[in-house]
Nanobody
Framework: QVQLVESGGGLVQAGGSLRLSCAASGTIYRNHVMGWYRQAPGKQRDVVAY???????NYADSVKGRFTISRDNAKNTVYLQMNSLKPEDTAVYYCNANLWTVSGKGMDYWGKGTLVTVSS
């Protein structure tokens, strides 16, 4: 059973920083893409950033220059360093991974989410 477990959310003042982590556990043959999505109250879930294995990171326009995604392939872990946080960054942040597991190639997995609240 593959699981994604996020950590690092919390309450921070505008202009502050937080670092999110997400570790994938279970039988994983290959880790294709890992990324972060977020969902604000009353809004749809949107991509924040994603990074393919050995590839180039991609970011939503709203976080470019402020957020940095990175991954540790040996640990099947992805990180999101969030700087210069704004109140509009307040959301539940979800980790996503596209993995090759015993269930098949290219399977999508989601974490349960971690709340980030940015106060003004």
């Amino acid at each position: 059973q593959v699981q994604l477990v996020e950590s690092g959310g919390g309450l921070v003042q505008a202009g502050g920083s937080l670092r999110l982590s997400c570790a994938a556990s279970g039988t994983i043959y290959r880790n294709h893409v890992m990324g972060w999505y977020r969902q604000a109250p009353g809004k749809q879930r949107d991509v924040v950033a994603y990074i393919p294995s050995g590839g180039i990171a991609n970011y939503a326009d709203s976080v470019k220059g402020r957020f940095t995604i990175s991954r540790d392939n040996a640990k099947n872990t992805v990180y999101l360093q969030m700087n210069s946080l704004k109140p509009e960054d307040t959301a539940v942040y979800y980790c996503n991974a596209n993995l090759w597991t015993v269930s098949g190639k290219g399977m999508d997995y989601w974490g349960k989410g971690t709340l980030v609240t940015v106060s003004s």
